[in-house]
């Protein structure tokens, strides 16, 4: 089963209505969750149907294989060892480095610079060029539909600056209103900030149109993949953002590893963030000179193994195929939201008119919590909160919601067992 | 199943009666002190009013969104706490707590009267905090604390 990775060229997977890429098959789908070791494990007693993947995903075998097989064989720190098992560490972090470069269609590794994960990926930015752009007065552009983690490091830099961040409105569907975008895209606009996908309602954001909106006047863009590159990828190079942002537990990698895109001449004008080994060229009490890239920005040893496991995370996701992956996902969603129609105390929370990978809804008057934790007791692993979306909640005038959110090895059992645990939560609070 | 009828045990009637139809709700005429409980985990707030009157609470009202856990608690709890004095209800408070986090013993339902119904909430560690909300809020508003509590 091997189909071509995402193709260049094209910036982002189609829309849904147009995607061509056949779903999976039932087969298919079989053989996903049974590389997926914790699928098999029961949980409370009953088969686990995992609907938390926009949290984070589980890990195929080939990932926990990966993992083990770097510390077993490999493990020596990375770029400084004249020994051979640091040759081989170097090696295997290195070539990890080149898979996330061909995953995002970067045209040069050097421009990928592994980190904890999308969080502080957008933290490095707002500290290092942020810190260079931004002044009193001025101005950084982020959405209504963010993540508190594209948030709060913008705000932190407003705060220390005097600057001010704005946030471009949703309508009450939850997508973004790109003409009221545009009206914030002021001359002192120094930086938008915009998420690929709503981890909370699943809007997928018409990114083409906001960067060519951002670029038009000047304005540099960091895009926020943490959701997005799970289900649509990315070619940062036909995207046009400035910066590009994923974390790797949320794309079948382990948790403690991500990685920063960002435009070479972006990159080597901004300042080193971290200080300590690895990102200096040569050190004395009086001056120290800094690394080349990206190693300027990966003070301290990384970690190795987890970059092992997000590339070998890579190779799983274009062994499947993203755009495979992302219409099983649809079809799966499609189902759900035909079941939803038939329980009437539902509300959907966000009719986005582009989604991926997350449905979020309320179940009458009945408590996210509540509802969690019924399904819970059901085998049902669902999100129940305020997704770290708060102001988007406020916005909705909410104070949270009921999640599910799919992944390649989500199945029709999955959707049903969902569906089978609301009735009974609809029962206790009958 | 037995992860079902643990169910049952959360979610008893009274707890979903109270939930759904809290008593002591609303604002509270000639309050003395006030407090916000924060559940960071869900978002949920609640706004405690006390009347106290010779260092005994005359009357207590709550405010706010929560879960059916949480709603309960706090309306069980203004019911219970009416007479009492801050030392009081801060020792029947360790008692909840212990019930809410390890679970009924010996004892509780003399202890603790109708609070009894939340024996259930220790087999849902992360319901523990909607059980305590408002007891974190009413003790910070007997404090006269103003900042806001969180069960964090």
């Known amino acids: ?430 | 199943m037995n992860q079902l009828s643990d169910l049952g045990e959360l979610y008893q009637e009274v707890v979903l009666d109270h939930g759904k139809r809290p008593r002591n709700f609303g604002p509270l005429d000639g309050e003395t002190h006030r407090a916000d409980g924060l559940n960071p985990l869900c978002g949920d707030r609640i706004t405690l009013h006390a009347r106290v009157d010779g260092g005994v609470v005359r009357d207590v009202r709550f405010e706010g969104s929560g879960c059916a856990i949480s709603r309960a608690s706090a309306s069980v709890m203004t019911g219970v706490v009416k007479g009492k004095t801050a030392p009081e209800i801060d020792a029947l408070f360790e008692r909840f707590h212990r019930l809410v986090t390890e679970g009924p013993r010996a004892g509780d339902e003399g202890a603790l009267g109708k609070l009894a119904v939340f024996g259930g909430v220790h087999d849902y560690p992360t319901r523990v905090k909607c059980a305590s909300l408002a007891w974190h809020a009413l003790r910070q508003a007997l404090k006269g604390g103003p900042a806001p509590v969180s069960t964090e």
């Open chain 1, 1 to 430: 089963m091997i189909r071509s990775p995402t193709a260049r060229g094209e910036g982002l997977r189609p829309s849904p209505s147009c995607a061509g890429a056949p779903s999976l098959l039932p087969s298919e789908i079989a053989n996903i969750r049974s590389e997926f070791p914790i699928l098999g494990r029961p949980v409370r007693g009953k088969p686990l149907a995992y609907l938390d993947s926009a949290a984070t995903t589980q890990k195929p075998r080939a990932v926990l294989d990966a993992i083990r097989r770097y510390y077993e064989e490999d493990n020596a720190n990375v770029h400084r060892g004249v020994h051979l098992l640091s040759e081989r560490a170097t090696r295997d972090y290195e070539e990890a480095r080149v898979k996330v470069a061909r995953f995002l269609g970067a045209a040069d590794p050097h421009e990928v610079i592994f980190l904890r994960g999308a969080t502080e990926a957008v933290n490095l930015v707002a500290q290092t060029f942020g810190r260079q752009r931004v002044g009193p007065g001025d101005e950084v552009l982020v959405t209504e539909l963010e993540h508190h983690s594209n948030i709060v490091p913008w705000q932190l830099l407003c705060r220390e600056k005097g600057a001010r961040l704005r946030a471009a409105p949703v309508t009450d569907a939850g997508d973004l209103d790109l003409d009221a975008l545009e009206r914030l895209l002021g001359p002192r606009t120094r930086i938008l900030a915009v998420t690929q996908v709503s981890n909370a309602l699943g809007t997928v954001t018409p990114l083409p149109e906001i960067i060519a909106r951002a670029r038009a006047r000047g304005v540099p863009v960091l895009v926020d993949g943490a959701q997005g590159a799970p289900h649509l990828g990315a070619d940062v190079r036909a995207l046009g953002a400035d910066f590009y942002a994923f974390s790797g537990h949320k794309i079948y990698g382990p948790t403690g590893i991500g990685a920063l895109w960002g435009r070479r001449p972006l990159l080597e004008e901004m300042p080193p963030w971290q200080g300590g080994g690895d990102m200096i060229a040569t050190v004395s009490f009086e001056e120290t000179t800094f690394n080349t890239l990206p190693y300027k920005f990966e003070a301290g040893t990384p970690d190795i193994a987890g970059a092992v496991g997000l590339g070998a995370a890579l190779d799983w996701v274009a062994r499947i195929g993203l755009p495979a992956i992302a219409a099983h996902e649809r079809a799966l969603i499609a189902e759900l939201l035909d079941g939803l129609r038939e329980l009437p105390e539902i509300r959907l929370v966000g009719t986005p008119r582009e989604r991926a990978g997350v449905v979020s809804f309320l179940l009458g008057d009945v408590h996210p919590h509540d509802a969690g934790t019924i399904l819970d007791r059901h085998g049902v692993a669902v999100r129940a909160g305020h997704h770290c979306a708060q102001p988007l909640m406020r916005r909705l005038g909410l104070a949270s919601t009921v999640r599910a959110s799919f992944a390649a090895y989500s199945n029709r059992a999955d959707v049903e067992a969902l569906l089978r645990g609301l009735r009974a939560v609809r029962e206790v609070f009958a």
